[in-house]
Every structure is written in C-alpha cells, then in structure tokens.
C-alpha cells in the first residue's frame, strides 16, 4: 500500500510536474532503482487542504512526525515525517501561512480552495489529483508576486513538488561536487541560490538541486509555461552517536525552495 502510494506520486510527478527526472534518473541508475531519501509537498494552511490533511495518507501507513521547521521570510511552516521502516523515504510538508499574507492573496487563494473538487481520501488518492480549480492568469500573476510559493500551489494543486537521490548510495559520485559537475555536463541548470551546495558535513546534511521544468499548465484564458517540479540530491551524516541524521536544515531547506523561482 506504501509503495503503490509512492509510485503513484512518482509517476505523475514525472508526468505533470517534472519530465527531465526520468533522464536524471535513467543517467544515475546503476543497475538497482535508486534509493529516494525523501519527497515534498505543498499546500495552503486552510483546513480543507491543510498541512495535516496532507499528511494524513502518510500516518495512516504507520508515518510520525519528526520535526518542524519554520521560514519566516517566506511565510511557511513545515514538517517532516519519518516511518518506521528506515528504507522508506521521509516525507516535508509545508504550507503557506496565508494569514501572514495580504488581504488580496488570501481572497483569492481562499476562492481557489472554494472550488475544491476531489475526495481528501485517507488512501492518498487526492495526493496525485493535480489542480481541481480553475485559475486565471490574472490570478496567477497576482499571487507570484507576492508568493512564488502560493502560485506553485495555485498552478499544480496537489503533488509531489521534488523527489531526492540519496547520494550516499552512488557508487560513481562520492561527494554533491562531483554529481553536480556531472549534471550540469549533462544540461541540466542547478539551484544555486546559497551555492550549489546547501548545508555542510558540520549541519550533517549537504543537499543539491536542479531549477525546475518549465511545463505547460492549462489557465482560464491561455496556456503558458511555469516552473513545475525538480529533482533533490542528498547526502546525510553521522551523528555523534553514529546514526546518520533524519531530520533537515532551515536554512538549507529555505534555499531548496528557490528551485521553483520563476526566474
């Protein structure tokens, strides 16, 4: 049941929201499927649509929150979920404190949420439903300029924002330096907001990403092509006790977020 959820978001993350991971995929495969650390999701801190309705599919396959994580310049909150079978992968929601946001960005995102069209099933089956509202451009436009975040979710809906190569597993790449180099030979352009590599063996987490696809998203009145989904590379230290650390870095993470800039 957990892994029929997790293909599913993989799937239509390589579908709708980021075709170039099935490239990165096939470049850094090694004869077994490579081992995913951890996967992301969006959402509106309404309680419709919530940080904890997302989550619920998660702890009802046996997941437990592990940590949060506050980002006060762009407004979020998060969470990570951890299960106890340690080759399962983590699991970072956040949301967006709308509250915090202007008048004019909470009238709309609070119409789009009106709108909501689908089943918040405990199975997770809305975790791959995509956008159940009508958007304008118009619309669009007004919340990315306040929010390149709240546009993400108001563009794609429900769905795995990035997916996460533990690094640790490639043999062929011992260090993000070496991978990045290899992805940017290979055409791919990398986050580099904070460096390319966010965090440090002293924080226990050094993490990487690509920019995201720029996919075509269906509007009211047009169609154009918006940042959608991108592809996470970690690499996890030991903690003085020797187990390798769980959790994630905020200021790292705060960077990672910049892969759906519009630019």
């Given at each position: 049941?957990?892994t029929?959820?997790?293909?599913?978001?993989?799937?239509?993350?390589?579908?709708?929201?980021?075709?170039?991971?099935?490239?990165?995929?096939?470049?850094?495969?090694e004869?077994?499927?490579?081992?995913n650390?951890?996967?992301?999701?969006?959402?509106?801190?309404?309680?419709?649509?919530?940080?904890?309705?997302?989550?619920?599919?998660?702890?009802?396959?046996?997941?437990e929150?592990?940590?949060?994580?506050?980002?006060?310049?762009?407004?979020?909150?998060?969470?990570?979920?951890?299960?106890?079978?340690?080759?399962?992968?983590?699991?970072?929601?956040?949301?967006?404190?709308?509250?915090?946001c202007?008048?004019?960005?909470q009238?709309?995102?609070?119409?789009?949420?009106?709108?909501?069209?689908?089943?918040?099933d405990v199975?997770?089956?809305?975790l791959?439903?995509?956008?159940?509202?009508?958007?304008?451009?118009e619309t669009y436009?007004?919340l990315?300029?306040?929010?390149?975040?709240?546009a993400?979710?108001?563009?794609?809906?429900?769905g795995?924002n990035?997916f996460?190569?533990?690094?640790?597993?490639l043999?062929?790449?011992?260090?993000?330096?070496?991978?990045n180099?290899?992805?940017?030979?290979?055409?791919?352009?990398?986050n580099?907001?904070?460096?390319?590599?966010?965090?440090?063996?002293?924080?226990?987490?050094e993490?990487?990403?690509?920019?995201?696809?720029q996919?075509?998203?269906?509007?009211d009145?047009?169609?154009l092509?918006?940042?959608?989904?991108?592809?996470?590379?970690?690499?996890?230290?030991?903690?003085?006790?020797?187990?390798l650390?769980?959790?994630?870095?905020t200021?790292s993470?705060?960077?990672?977020?910049?892969?759906?800039?519009?630019?």
């Amino acid at each position: 049941m957990r892994t029929a959820l997790f293909d599913a978001l993989w799937e239509d993350f390589l579908l709708r929201l980021c075709p170039s991971a099935r490239r990165i995929h096939q470049l850094l495969m090694e004869g077994e499927p490579l081992r995913n650390d951890h996967i992301a999701l969006r959402t509106f801190n309404l309680p419709e649509v919530g940080l904890d309705t997302v989550a619920a599919p998660f702890i009802h396959l046996g997941y437990e929150r592990k940590g949060e994580y506050l980002f006060e310049q762009k407004k979020l909150v998060a969470e990570h979920f951890e299960h106890p079978d340690p080759d399962a992968p983590k699991v970072f929601i956040s949301e967006l404190q709308i509250g915090k946001c202007s008048a004019e960005l909470q009238m709309a995102v609070r119409g789009l949420v009106a709108q909501l069209d689908v089943a918040l099933d405990v199975e997770g089956r809305f975790l791959t439903s995509g956008r159940t509202w009508t958007l304008s451009t118009e619309t669009y436009q007004l919340l990315a300029a306040e929010s390149e975040y709240a546009a993400w979710v108001a563009a794609h809906g429900f769905g795995a924002n990035h997916f996460t190569v533990d690094v640790a597993q490639l043999s062929t790449f011992s260090d993000l330096e070496r991978l990045n180099e290899y992805l940017a030979a290979n055409g791919f352009v990398l986050n580099g907001a904070g460096g390319e590599v966010k965090g440090s063996p002293e924080v226990m987490l050094e993490q990487s990403a690509t920019m995201a696809d720029q996919v075509c998203v269906i509007f009211d009145d047009t169609e154009l092509r918006v940042p959608g989904g991108f592809y996470e590379f970690a690499k996890r230290y030991p903690q003085p006790n020797g187990e390798l650390y769980q959790g994630f870095v905020t200021a790292s993470a705060d960077k990672i977020f910049e892969s759906t800039a519009r630019g």
